[in-house]
Nanobody, 111 residues
Framework: QLVESGGGLVQAGGSLRLSCAASGGGASIMGWYRQAPGKQRELVASIAGGGYSYYAASVKGRFTISRDNAKNMVYLQMNSLKSEDTAVYYC?????????WGRGTQVTVSS
């Protein structure tokens, strides 16, 4: 089970830190996805067990994904937030096709 937290309302230029608690342990590949109204769900960032990370071009340099394997936690530090970052953010374990999903946490960035 994946449970996200840390979403909320923030002004443009601000920061938020999302957390994902993976009860029962996570997966080798953990990721954060987001879905804005009327748009498809998209990958924001992912991290492998060894720490290799991937970022969507739209967030590179602003967001940082990290994980604490001992605590079964994954984090997404979001800085310099923009209005276009507004979306529901989902934690994923094991990939989008066969992995597990959390229920999501809303991030709203006001301009």
């Amino acid at each position: 089970q994946l449970v996200e937290s840390g979403g909320g309302l923030v002004q443009a230029g601000g920061s938020l830190r999302l957390s994902c608690a993976a009860s029962g342990g996570g997966a080798s590949i953990m990721g954060w996805y987001r879905q804005a109204p009327g748009k498809q769900r998209e990958l924001v960032a992912s991290i492998a067990g060894g720490g290799y990370s991937y970022y969507a071009a739209s967030v590179k340099g602003r967001f940082t994904i990290s994980r604490d394997n001992a605590k079964n936690m994954v984090y997404l530090q979001m800085n310099s937030l923009k209005s276009e970052d507004t979306a529901v953010y989902y934690c994923n374990a094991g990939g989008p096709n066969f992995g597990s999903w959390g229920r999501g946490t809303q991030v709203t960035v006001s301009s």
